[in-house]
């Protein structure tokens, strides 16, 4: 398959990580994939991820609108929203943030933090996956896979 996919309504938050990560790779040719997503975790992108207030954003325009979608122009039903509701938790959950405890004294990462790395590289990683799966390899950019 190729062409322009429907992109699920779950992958948008995972668009944005992904974009911010190669952002923050073009800035820094010089880092990996790992280093990128550990300088990620220090933005106030990510803090807006983690809090939650990316979803809640996200839920008060939907509500405001009469749940439909301002990007896609279609009416999200019951079921779409409870997924988004889970994954704002999963979110808030695997990226709780602990400042300035990101490393231990031997400079290993902590196994909260090392918890939210884990859990932005299968969200990267699932991103990639629906590229492949629909033929949008040109937006893989990270090749985590």
Same mark, same amino acid.
């Given at each position: 398959m190729t062409g322009k996919a429907e992109q699920p309504y779950v992958l948008r938050v995972a668009v944005s990580i992904y974009s911010k990560i190669i952002e923050i790779k073009k800035q820094n040719p010089e880092i990996n994939n790992i280093q990128a997503i550990e300088i990620y975790m220090t933005t106030k992108d990510y803090d807006f991820i983690s809090s939650g207030e990316?979803?809640? @954003?996200?839920?008060? =325009? /939907? $509500? =405001? @609108? =009469?749940?439909?979608d301002e990007i896609t122009g279609k009416k999200i039903n019951d079921e779409t929203l409870r997924l988004l509701e889970l994954q704002k938790d999963s979110m808030i959950k695997?990226?709780?943030k602990i400042p300035k405890l990101y490393y231990t004294k031997t400079h290993f990462p902590l196994e909260i933090s090392q918890r939210a790395f884990d859990h932005l590289w299968r969200v990267c990683e699932s991103y990639e996956m629906w590229c492949?799966?629909?033929?949008?390899?040109? /937006?893989? $950019? /990270? @090749? /985590?896979n």
């Open positions: 990316y979803h809640d @954003n996200w839920f008060s =325009n /939907l $509500k =405001n @609108n =009469n749940f439909v695997f990226l709780m492949k799966e629909t033929g949008q390899e040109k /937006l893989i $950019k /990270l @090749n /985590l």
